[in-house]
């Protein structure tokens, strides 16, 4: 088989990680691709030190990279979603196959680029869009295939779980943590996306389409990120046995599919539980195998390359099969997707952990337990804190049973009406991951 031509385009973090794997790399490539490849040009505004590009020959433009007729496949490393999709479609209209790293562009504009390049013909990679060297995509669309997968849960932000590890452990300040994660070049360009939950919105929302077969609904899934939890919430936490982790959880059932991506408390004697620094892990409960759990490196240069030189891989192996013999885009032919509907977060059920600041005098908590309970929703264990000296309110945690969100919430705006009651109700909910 002739050399396979490879663009890349963007030689940051995971561009110069992806040139330096692949030259290392080379002969045992070779040996498992049954061809030679060859990075063939690379786009870049400015070189990287980390990498030496050698002979390559490197241009800032792009573009020329996406319509160079001797290249096969461009990987795309730029991020964001203006210019990269416009990249994208370039070379799919010129032929091209892809393989991308870029989860934000997936998940909001993946259904076009699919569109498109099964019009072409071609192949989209993406598996280092989500959880950077796990290999977590083709597990679900090809080591999962016999299965129906019930749901799924994963720490898909390595620096979310980063800044609630380094809480936890050392107490360290969130802002610190952020500004350490930046540095080690984890965090997103604008890491409001890690802090509020957005990658991690993003990373969900390909996972559950490759899971329950259905197209990509960026725009339905219900996101909250980390900026509110405080050093408090993290040890009562963990008083109570569980720890606080932020999420993406993704669950199909005859009603319907939650996507969701929040805090959550789980039992600290869970696997999942113990995912930490910026480590990232999924769990996944399938009907066949029940549940499996894929833990790795969610971020960083060689991690994430070792995902995309994968897809390079996979792409150049098929370069010689027909495409509609090619494992699909979205684990599902695109003609068979499913519209099952995505819920709104009202109507998912969850236990709850709630922190409220009480006046500290008789029938206060006989007050808030009277409203959860006419909600019909139970308390499962309650701490009450001294007051601190010359404070007339103190720290009311609870845990209650499972409900319905939207329940819950109500019984929240009850509570946090009482005169007794100031500040606002914290909530976050609580998953056994049971299997
Ligand atoms: N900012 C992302 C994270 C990088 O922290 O997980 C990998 O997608």
């Known amino acids: 088989m002739n050399p396979v031509k490879v663009g890349i385009c963007g030689l940051g973090t995971v561009g110069s990680g992806t040139f330096n794997v692949l030259l290392r790399n080379r002969e045992s490539i070779q040996a498992r691709v049954g061809a030679d490849i060859v990075?063939?040009?690379?786009?870049?505004?400015?070189?990287?030190?980390?990498?030496?590009?050698?002979?390559?020959?490197?241009?800032?433009?792009?573009?020329?990279?996406?319509?160079?007729?001797?290249?096969?496949?461009?990987?795309?490393?730029?991020?964001?979603?203006?210019?990269?999709?416009?990249?994208?479609?370039?070379?799919?209209?010129?032929?091209?196959?892809?393989?991308?790293?870029?989860?934000?562009?997936?998940?909001?504009?993946?259904?076009?680029?699919?569109?498109?390049?099964?019009?072409?013909?071609?192949?989209?990679?993406?598996?280092?869009?989500?959880?950077?060297?796990?290999?977590?995509?083709?597990?679900?669309?090809?080591?999962?295939?016999?299965?129906?997968?019930?749901?799924?849960?994963?720490?898909?932000?390595?620096?979310?779980?980063?800044?609630?590890?380094?809480?936890?452990?050392?107490?360290?300040?969130?802002?610190?943590?952020?500004?350490?994660?930046?540095?080690?070049?984890?965090?997103?360009?604008?890491?409001?996306?890690?802090?509020?939950?957005?990658?991690?919105?993003?990373?969900?929302?390909?996972?559950?389409?490759?899971?329950?077969?259905?197209?990509?609904?960026?725009?339905?899934?219900?996101?909250?990120g980390i900026t509110r939890i405080s050093t408090d919430d993290v040890n009562y936490a963990e008083e109570l046995g569980y720890r606080i982790k932020h999420l993406g959880i993704a669950r199909c059932d005859d009603k319907g599919i939650e996507l969701r991506v929040h805090p959550t408390l789980i039992p600290e004697k869970r696997l999942i539980a113990n995912v930490n620094g910026v480590m990232n892990a999924i769990l996944v409960m399938a009907d066949a195998v029940g549940p499996t759990l894929y833990y790795g490196p969610g971020a960083g240069s060689e991690p994430t390359a070792s995902s995309v030189v994968a897809d390079v891989v996979d792409v150049a192996r098929t370069l010689t099969a027909e495409p509609k013999h090619r494992v699909p885009y979205l684990a599902f032919h695109q003609d068979t997707l499913s519209d099952h509907p995505v819920m709104p977060i009202e109507d998912i059920y969850s236990a709850y952990y709630l922190r409220m600041s009480a006046l500290d005098k008789p029938g206060?908590?006989?007050?808030?337990?009277?409203?959860?309970?006419?909600?019909?929703?139970?308390?499962?264990?309650?701490?009450?804190?001294?007051?601190?000296e010359d404070a007339d309110h103190v720290p009311v945690i609870l845990l209650t049973s499972i409900t319905q969100e939207k329940l819950l919430m109500q019984a929240v705006a009850e509570i946090e009406a009482l005169d007794s009651i100031a500040d606002e109700v914290v909530r976050i909910r609580v998953e056994s991951l049971a299997g």
């Not at 908590?365 to 601190?388: F, H």
Request: hydrophobic share 50%; glycine share 8%.
């Open 364 to 388: 206060v908590l006989s007050k808030i337990a009277q409203i959860l309970s006419d909600a019909g929703i139970s308390i499962e264990a309650l701490i009450q804190k001294q007051p601190a």
């Open 39 to 224: 990075v063939a040009q690379v786009g870049a505004r400015r070189e990287n030190p980390a990498c030496d590009t050698g002979s390559v020959p490197v241009t800032p433009d792009i573009f020329e990279v996406a319509r160079n007729p001797d290249i096969d496949i461009i990987v795309e490393l730029i991020g964001g979603t203006t210019v990269a999709r416009e990249l994208v479609l370039e070379a799919i209209a010129n032929g091209k196959h892809v393989v991308t790293a870029n989860k934000a562009l997936i998940a909001e504009y993946g259904n076009e680029i699919f569109a498109a390049a099964q019009e072409k013909g071609v192949s989209v990679a993406f598996e280092a869009a989500v959880a950077g060297g796990i290999p977590i995509i083709k597990a679900l669309r090809e080591g999962l295939a016999a299965n129906q997968v019930q749901w799924l849960a994963g720490i898909i932000n390595g620096t979310g779980n980063f800044i609630l590890t380094e809480m936890r452990e050392k107490g360290r300040d969130f802002a610190d943590v952020l500004a350490e994660a930046q540095a080690l070049g984890y965090a997103e360009a604008d890491p409001t996306f890690d802090v509020e939950g957005i990658d991690a919105a993003h990373k969900l929302v390909i996972l559950a389409s490759i899971a329950f077969g259905i197209p990509l609904q960026f725009e339905k899934v219900y996101t909250e």
